[in-house]
């Protein structure tokens, strides 16, 4: 599929467009459109397991997939496309955004190295915009209470709302 928009001029070569979350989005969809192709077909194939835990096709299946009809799964795919665009995109551009924001929040506040920021940051978006006692004890312990609760605020107010709709969308953080 990247490649495709590659040599379709709609990305570029090195960049990674993200419609595989478009895609967990409907699994079941995707299982379906997969299965509306390939069901129909499986009784016309014969198979016989081999040694190594495959199996091993008996008769010719070429004519079974050569002129197939792939509108469905076209379809799927346009509709993949368009919410990756209109939706997923957008949203994650927003949450990045929005975690330069509080990155720079906390960095005013505290001195921390950026790698423990991203630390502090993934444990709120984890936590609902908490951080666990066991989390401030292991790993925040320079950190005073009302440091962190500061920057649990500055969480709330930047990214609360952001976040619980990212992470339908299984992305970084």
């Known amino acids: 599929m990247h490649h495709i928009l590659v040599r379709m001029g709609y990305t570029k070569r090195d960049m990674i467009f993200p ?13 379906d459109v997969l299965e509306a192709h390939s069901s129909a ?23 079974l997939y050569r002129y ?3 509108t469905l799964q076209a379809e799927f795919i346009y ?19 929005k975690h330069d924001q509080i990155t720079q929040q906390i960095n005013v506040l505290v001195t921390l190295p950026d790698t423990k ?10 936590n ?16 005073t209470d009302a440091e962190i609760g500061t920057i649990e605020e500055f969480y709330k107010a930047i990214l609360g709302c952001v ?3 990212l992470k339908r969308h299984d992305l970084p953080g």
């Open 19 to 31: 419609v595989s979350a478009a895609i967990l989005n409907r699994i079941g969809a995707y299982q």
């Open 41 to 63: 077909r499986i009784d016309l194939i014969e198979w016989k397991p081999t040694q190594d835990h495959s199996v091993d096709i008996t008769n010719e299946t070429i004519d």
């Open 68 to 70: 197939f009809d792939a």
């Open 79 to 97: 509709e993949c496309v368009e919410e990756t665009i209109q939706k997923i995109i957008p949203e994650e551009l927003n949450f990045l955004g």
């Open 117 to 126: 920021v991203d630390l502090l940051i993934k444990f709120l978006n984890q």
């Open 128 to 143: 609902n915009g908490k951080l666990s006692k066991n989390r401030r004890t292991k790993e925040f312990e320079e950190l």
């Open 163 to 165: 976040w619980a709709k």
